[in-house]
């Protein structure tokens, strides 16, 4: 038995879209850079991510987490909700 370390890959981004039933889509904005012209860049990517809950609402700033393919495109499961956008009422849930 070999006794590898596993790593964990972790993204933390910004919950857009919550229509799906225990899926969310996060986009996740990366800065960098550029190596030629030197300018400072934004890229937005979007993923797909496991939320057995459904605690996610449009807003949320989460933390995921790589793990095994739950389907086609979703392979990552939504691990912690960072900051919570307040619901229409004032009241943060």
């Not at 889509?25 to 797909?48: A, M």
Request: proline share 3%.
């Amino acid at each position: 038995m070999d006794n590898k370390k596993s790593v964990t890959i972790t993204m933390t981004g910004e919950v857009s879209s919550v229509k799906a039933e225990k899926t969310v889509t996060v986009d996740v904005e990366r800065i960098f850079q550029h190596p030629v012209y030197k300018k400072i860049v934004r890229k937005k990517k979007k993923y797909l991510a496991h939320d057995y809950e459904n605690k996610c609402r449009v807003g949320d700033v989460v933390k995921m987490k790589l793990v095994r393919p739950i389907s086609k495109k979703k392979k990552w499961l939504v691990i912690d909700i960072i900051s919570s956008k307040p619901s229409e009422d004032g009241v943060v849930k």
